[in-house]
């Protein structure tokens, strides 16, 4: 299924249906050229985007430094739509009130209408932002993503969850709003620290994990590819990501009948980790999911829901080979405890995972009590 042919050869496109929110996510390794016609296609489906003339790129410093904006900003010229470039810092702070009030301003200046775009081109940081600032000026202005980072290409620049954190809660102000289109260039990530491919990484083992078995095989053959960044195997693995994603948020578009919360695999103490360990502490998100993925699956073992080895050692071996974090003991389980005990999937009081039946086959569970947690955790 997986080959690695030459750069050129890599265009796909992977289809989220949506009803009128349906939109492409276009896959090409080095083709910016290539980006105005996808854009234009795109906004031509939607009322607001049809007569799109002008466009705000909201971006970070690093993507600034590496020229890439101007390239994006000459595409749009191209089509005809005049667009001004906003950069900002760097970082998870950047999601904040404060820098969607500063694009507000900005959009002002550009009396900017319905119809202006706005291009979220970064890692996460800038799309949830740039995407949360496109969901609330106007009531709503066209959006297109354009992910830098393999974490936001694979998750998330789809599905159209968009939010700025509060000093007290990560990602807690926020709206469901859903791109006109999603571009993604896999040349981008030949840039990208090597950390934060990894971080990607951890997020693309758990689609494997949770819903397609033989994908997670694949990855298993093609590790070695995918960490020396060759185009075609990225391309891929991005591709399959996104079917996944597409499929999930496709059936469950506003987390309400569970669906989309499989997708939170690895996460329930993934998350406690970011919080105990803290949030610019040792542990990125993807390293703590990686942490996370590994605990729930043993989890699942001493449920009965997998035997004992098998799927938990093949899960280690991959991470392992991907440079991520296996295990966390460090940390005090019973803050991690306290910390799952605040997640957004419980209920009645009972701490939710999303667990593995089997590898591909994951079901949300409240029947792991703090006992078999605890013994997990100290593992
Ligand atoms: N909306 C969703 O569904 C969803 C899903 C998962 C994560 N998120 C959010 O995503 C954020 C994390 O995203 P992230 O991991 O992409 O982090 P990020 O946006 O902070 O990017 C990581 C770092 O990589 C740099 N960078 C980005 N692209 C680069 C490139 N091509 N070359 C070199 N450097 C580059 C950035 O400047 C930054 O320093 C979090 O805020 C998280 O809450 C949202
Ligand atoms: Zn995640």
Redesign the pocket.
């Known amino acids: 299924m997986f080959s690695t042919e030459t750069t050129h050869e890599v265009d796909h496109t992977v289809a989220v249906p949506l009803g009128p929110r349906s939109y492409n996510i276009r896959v090409v390794a080095n083709d910016p050229a290539g980006f105005g016609p996808f854009a234009r296609a795109e906004l031509a489906r939607t009322w607001a985007g049809a007569s799109c003339r002008s466009a705000l790129i909201v971006t970070?410093?690093?993507?600034a430094d590496?020229g890439?904006p101007a390239t994006i900003q000459a595409s749009l010229g191209d089509i005809g739509i005049a667009a001004l470039i906003a950069v900002l810092p760097?970082?998870?702070s950047?999601?904040s009130l404060e820098n969607a009030s500063r694009l507000y301003d900005e959009l002002v200046k550009l009396q900017a209408d319905r119809h202006t775009l706005i291009v979220g081109l970064?890692?996460?940081?800038?799309?949830?932002l740039a995407?949360f600032v496109a969901a609330t000026y106007a009531r709503g202005l066209p959006l297109i993503m354009i992910?830098?980072?393999l974490?936001?290409q694979v998750?998330?620049s789809?599905?159209g969850?968009?939010?700025v954190?509060h000093p007290g809660a990560?990602?807690i102000i926020g709206a469901f709003h859903q791109p006109a289109g999603v571009w993604i260039d896999t040349q981008?990530?030949s840039?990208?620290?090597t950390r934060?491919l990894r971080?990607?990484l951890a997020?693309v083992v758990k689609y494997g994990v949770i819903l397609d078995a033989e994908f997670f095989a694949n990855l298993e053959q093609i590790a070695e590819d995918v960490l020396r960044r060759e185009h075609g195997a990225l391309a891929r693995i991005i591709m399959r990501c996104c079917e996944i994603k597409a499929l999930v948020v496709a059936a469950d578009e506003r987390e309400e009948t569970g669906l989309r919360a499989m997708l939170n695999f690895g996460h329930t103490i993934g998350h406690a980790i970011e919080a105990v360990a803290g949030y610019d502490g040792p542990y990125?998100?993807?390293e703590a999911v990686a942490v996370g993925m590994v605990a729930e699956c043993r989890l699942a073992e001493r449920l009965g829901w997998i035997k004992k080895g098998d799927v938990t050692d093949r899960l280690v071996r991959l991470l392992e080979r991907f440079g991520l974090p296996t295990r966390a003991t460090e940390l005090d389980t019973g803050r991690l405890i306290e910390a799952m005990s605040r997640d957004k999937k419980n209920r009645n009081g009972a701490i939710r995972f999303v667990l593995p039946r089997a590898l591909g086959k994951v079901e949300l569970t409240d029947s792991a009590d703090v006992d078999d947690i605890l013994t997990v955790l100290s593992a």
């Open positions: 970070d410093m690093h993507i590496l890439i760097a970082g998870e950047t999601k970064g890692g996460g940081v800038i799309g949830d995407g992910p830098t980072t974490l936001a998750d998330s789809v599905g969850k968009v939010g954190n990560k990602n981008y990530l840039n990208l620290p934060e971080c990607g997020e990125k998100h993807g």
